[in-house]
């Protein structure tokens, strides 16, 4: 083995999970702190549950199906948006009665590297790792261009968390550049691959063909896809509704199939306002082959988001042939290129939306050329034979 990792994450995170994956697949030693109840990954040497900010209350905050369903955590969900609001003021005053018991844990796991996944709240639990042991952070998404700016103690707990790390992964060059305006040190090392740690071509190549009536999903008609969930302040779903009746005047068959929103509420009412329940097909969160045959059964690829980092989703469509319409954002712009292989578009507004999907469906050569440069981009910067020499060799850097 090359060396003992000590992750703290969210154990439930396919993202997660597949990073711990990969890892693994090098050579390491992996002992797992979740911030949410999880069973836990295979091969794991310790595992350890510490609720962060309010973690256990959460939506889907247990592994325990019923206890999922309490009225508060039922509640909980139906107003997210109030509830990450408040989660910005009171998480932070949440970490300190954690410390102690991190710290125990970091003595009795003696790990050659404590790697947080992400800032909140995982890495500013990770800033107390005692001095002698190579700290580093990731950040995903939103850490630095929606989260750290939430209230005065998220700005300090990430200010503090970036001050303490010895050195950063991303999944975006802009949090690299934002990271040292953070307070990383100048100099510290820094490795910028996928959140999940690689793209898995093979299993993407052997996923089965979809089945449309499996789900109910009229077949033979163009499939939009949008499996970014619910995402408040960052990814505007209202706007995504909105467009749909604007793309169903042009392609009157089309379904819209959205992953991870069965059991939303908002998102139903959305439908509703819309009156376009027979066109949209609102599920569960599915599996990984499940969403990649997904993926390669659709024609469009939509994320309206304002605030991301290098969503795996869309990495993964690309890999699948899917076209791109993403936010026109810093982050999303170092993968695609608006002129060659996916649309940037304002998120906030629902005929711009329209408008990319309805040309993207009308121009089949246009799909066709985006998906051969996109596999080809997937392959040579996100595809796991791509990215694990890289991480191997960031992570020796800093257990050495």
Not at 33 to 48: D, E, G, T
Not at 301 to 320: I, K, R, Y
Request: glycine fraction near 8%; charged fraction near 20%.
């Amino acid at each position: 083995m090359k060396g003992h990792i000590l992750l703290i994450a969210d154990g439930r995170s396919p993202t997660a999970r597949s990073w711990i994956a990969n890892i693994q697949a090098i050579g390491y030693k992996v002992s797992l702190i979740s911030s949410f109840a999880c069973q836990p990954p295979p091969k794991m040497i310790h595992y350890h549950h510490i609720p962060l900010a309010f973690s256990q209350f959460s939506a889907g905050g247990g592994h325990d199906k019923k206890s999922q369903q309490t009225g508060l955590r039922r509640f909980i969900k139906r107003f997210s948006p109030i509830f990450q609001g408040l989660r910005y003021w009171i998480g932070p005053l949440t970490l300190p009665k954690h410390t102690s018991i991190y710290q125990v844990l970091v003595n009795r796991i003696q790990p050659d590297l404590v790697h947080a996944l992400r800032i909140p709240f995982e890495g500013m639990l990770g800033s107390y790792t005692p001095k002698e042991v190579p700290f580093i952070v990731g950040t995903w998404g939103n850490d630095l261009t929606l989260h750290a700016k939430g209230s005065p103690l998220m700005r300090s707990s990430t200010h503090r968390c970036l001050q303490r790390a010895n050195g950063l992964t991303s999944d975006t060059y802009r949090d690299v550049r934002l990271a040292h305006q953070w307070g990383l040190k100048e100099g510290s090392p820094a490795l910028v691959v996928p959140g999940s740690g690689g793209i898995n071509i093979e299993g993407i190549q052997k996923a089965p063909r979809f089945s449309p009536a499996h789900y109910d999903i009229p077949d033979g008609q163009p499939i939009v896809v949008n499996p970014r969930g619910i995402r408040p302040g960052s990814v505007h779903q209202d706007v995504f509704f909105a467009a749909i009746p604007k793309i169903l005047e042009k392609y009157p068959g089309c379904s819209f199939v959205c992953p991870g929103l069965g059991d939303v509420t908002q998102a139903h009412d959305w439908v509703a306002k819309f009156d376009i329940e027979q066109h949209t097909f609102l599920m569960p969160n599915l599996p990984q082959t499940e969403l990649w045959s997904l993926f390669k059964a659709s024609q469009v690829f939509v994320s309206p988001s304002t605030h991301d980092g290098t969503p795996n989703s869309l990495l993964e469509s690309m890999a699948c042939g899917c076209y791109p319409v993403v936010g026109d954002i810093e982050s999303l712009r170092e993968w695609i290129d608006g002129e060659k292989n996916g649309s940037l578009i304002d998120p906030r507004d629902p005929s711009a939306i329209a408008k990319a999907v309805v040309e993207a469906l009308d121009n089949k050569d246009l799909r066709e050329k985006a998906a051969k440069l996109n596999l080809s981009i997937i392959q040579a910067r996100a595809a796991q034979d791509s990215t694990q020499p890289k991480i191997d060799q960031f992570y020796s850097q800093l257990i050495n």
